[in-house]
């Protein structure tokens, strides 16, 4: 079957809800087979009318910083034209984000023979191009010959810990290694004798009779029975070249780790006049780069850029800036020395901590009330913002596989590429929103940090920490693994437990649904200019918007209710004493303390941090007074 036979459309979801939670080089599962999202290099906007790339500069910096994406110079909303509603076979439906069927082996419906997509014994059908769901794939050969039986994705694959995805080698695997001994091109068939996960599943071969069941691939001892990683990249098309060495997992169809986004984030912030050269020299580094000095007068005659945007600097402003660049450039990307992730929360911190805040703009506005902190709550919080307007944009960067990165640490887990080439745009979406900036002062939390930092619970939550990271992650980076290196510090417990409840309150008494909700969570910085902040924010694509109901929380009245409820709502849970006692465990992998679905857990898309580093007992009196942030009832 030839590869334009598939370009058709198999589903109508607006890509941009999609690209974090199933974007490039992730497997969807659709009812009868799966499809993978294939590269950027596929990506075509050429029938996508009224795009335009999303402007972020602060993220398009960032985003640079790693050596992969130097050359990025756009960030760019999935392609999509609307009218497909309207005209199915129209415009619209050449448009959206490319995807390739895999896996390739279909089994049968009726008589269970296994075969791939190339050997013409299985045809696609998308007879009714207005229900692009009911899109399936036949088996046309067979003693049922004619009756064209439903055939379904075999629902096994390979990945490995550097983000590979390959076929599972059934043919390899139920000769045992070796190769059929009556037929070249043998045929299989799969029986599914119930179970899942492949409990019970047996393969055979029809050509010599030969059998195994797929049991034997699965766990620690299965690895053995499966060769080493061909080092596939199937949403490139690509194979790294000798291989990648590792031992892949068989993984089922659907399995939350075939695919892990890599996302940067960041708030549109106004621009502050100091950082605007350092901005526009990222922006037209290309150009700079290259640059001596001495070339600048030419540039400045000839080049627009800098004709046009570096009016207000001289030559050696420029250059110096030039060279800060190039050296920060240097020190994350060419050293040894793993690449850091980058720094998107200072500047939003030093924002929403001014003391005058900063004039309003289309994609940013906050309001501080004139009296302050409400009265009651003047034991609890520094500072009150209410957040008019904000606008995030996000930029899915690569993904991984097996293992969730991690964002302070990206060295830690293989990122796969997007692209074949080093890519010049990633895809990004942006939300608008609202939200309510609370600030919790400074005294009070040294105060707690002294009462806490050599507890046994804080202790516990440090260790589980520590031997969490070395199981998961130390024999991937030889030498020098520093377990501690990336702790959160104390005060985020206390702050991220504290915005949780904050989250589940504003859900209750307004009735959003939790997962429209996001945190940013402003913890550590350094003694000059401590952080302890908490952002909540409504971000929901395409303008849905609470218009105005989140910020109205942050009304004097209004928040201490909602403060008032969240906390007592924190002094029980319905899965107490058992919750209440909860002490966090490296080995069960549970990296948080008093804190269950019940009483504190929220979406994955709201909580920056998987739900981990969270502990009632450091916020309120369930554990004893000493260990809580508020020890006395609001
Ligand atoms: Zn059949
Ligand atoms: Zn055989
Ligand atoms: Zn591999
Ligand atoms: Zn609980
Ligand atoms: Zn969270």
Redesign the pocket.
């Known amino acids: 079957m030839r590869e334009s036979n598939y370009r058709r459309r198999v589903g109508a979801v607006r890509p941009s809800h999609l690209m974090f939670t199933s974007g490039v080089g992730a497997l969807v599962d659709l009812p009868n087979f799966a499809v993978l999202v294939r590269g950027l290099d596929d990506w075509n906007y050429t029938h996508a009318y009224g795009w335009e790339p999303i402007e972020e500069p602060r993220l398009l910096e960032a985003v640079r910083r790693n050596k992969r994406h130097r050359k990025v110079g756009e960030l760019r909303p999935a392609p999509w034209t609307e009218g497909l509603e309207r005209d199915p076979g129209g415009v619209a439906s050449k448009v959206g984000v490319p995807t390739l069927p895999f896996p390739d082996w279909f089994r049968c419906t009726i008589c269970n023979e296994l075969g791939q997509l190339d050997s013409d014994a299985f045809a696609f059908e998308n007879a009714n191009p207005r229900r692009p769901h009911e899109a399936r794939f036949t088996h046309n050969t067979g003693a049922h010959r004619g009756r064209k039986p439903l055939a379904v994705a075999a629902r096994f694959v390979l990945?490995?810990?550097?983000?590979?995805l390959?076929e599972f080698p059934y043919r390899h695997f139920v000769h045992r290694g070796e190769a059929c001994p009556k037929a070249s091109h043998p045929r299989l068939r799969m029986d599914d004798r119930g179970g899942n996960i492949g409990a019970n599943v047996e393969l055979s071969c029809i050509s010599c009779g030969e059998r195994r069941n797929l049991r034997e691939a699965t766990g620690e001892r299965g690895l053995a029975n499966l060769p080493?990683?061909?080092?596939?990249h199937p949403h490139l098309r690509r194979f790294?070249e000798g291989?990648?060495?590792?031992q892949?997992r068989v993984l089922v169809l659907g399995a939350s780790n075939q695919w892990f986004s890599e996302v940067l984030s960041a708030l549109a912030l106004p621009r502050a006049e100091s950082g605007k050269l350092e901005e526009l020299v990222a922006e037209y580094w290309e150009m700079l780069s290259e640059t001596p000095k001495d070339g600048y007068p030419t540039l400045r005659r000839f080049a627009p850029p800098m004709r046009d945007h570096f009016h207000a600097w001289d030559d050696d402003t420029v250059y110096a800036a030039v060279e800060r660049h190039r050296a920060s450039l240097n020190g994350r990307g060419e050293k040894e020395e793993p690449p850091a992730a980058p720094d998107l929360r200072t500047a939003e911190w030093e924002v929403l901590s001014a003391a005058e805040p900063p004039e309003a703009t289309d994609d940013f506005a906050v309001r501080r009330a004139p009296e302050g902190v409400p009265a009651e709550l003047r034991g609890h919080f520094s500072d009150v913002l209410q957040v008019e307007r904000l606008r995030e944009v996000r930029a899915l960067t690569g993904f991984t596989r097996l293992d969730a990165p991690d964002p302070d640490d990206p060295s830690l887990v293989a990122s796969a590429p997007l692209s074949r080439l080093d890519p010049e745009w990633l895809p990004a979406s942006e939300v608008r929103g609202e939200g309510m900036f609370l600030r919790v002062p400074e005294d009070l939390l040294q105060a707690w940090e002294k009462r806490v930092e050599d507890s046994h619970e804080m202790g516990l939550h440090r260790e589980a920490y520590a031997t969490y990271r070395s199981n998961r992650y130390s024999h991937r980076l030889p030498g020098g693994f520093e377990a501690m290196k990336y702790w959160p510090g104390e005060r985020y417990i206390a702050l991220h437990t504290l915005s949780h409840l904050l989250i589940r309150t504003i859900a209750l008494d307004c009735g959003y649904n939790s997962a429209s909700l996001s945190e940013r969570i402003y913890a550590g910085g350094d003694e000059q200019d401590p952080r302890a902040g908490i952002l909540i924010y409504t971000a929901v694509p395409d303008a849905e918007g609470t218009l105005g109901g989140l910020v109205s929380q942050a009304e004097p009245d209004r928040l201490t209710r909602l403060v008032r409820r969240a906390l007592s709502e924190a002094m029980r849970c319905s899965s107490d004493p058992l919750c209440a006692e909860r002490l966090p465990q490296a080995q069960a992998d549970f990296l948080h303390g008093a804190a269950c679905h019940v009483c504190l857990f929220v979406s994955e898309t709201t909580c920056e941090r998987g739900n981990r580093f969270l502990d009632r007992r450091f916020v309120v009196p369930v554990g004893g007074r000493d260990l809580a942030l508020y020890p006395e009832p609001l």
């Open positions: 990945a490995c810990a550097e983000g590979h390959d080493r990683c061909r080092g596939r790294e291989g990648c060495g590792e892949p």
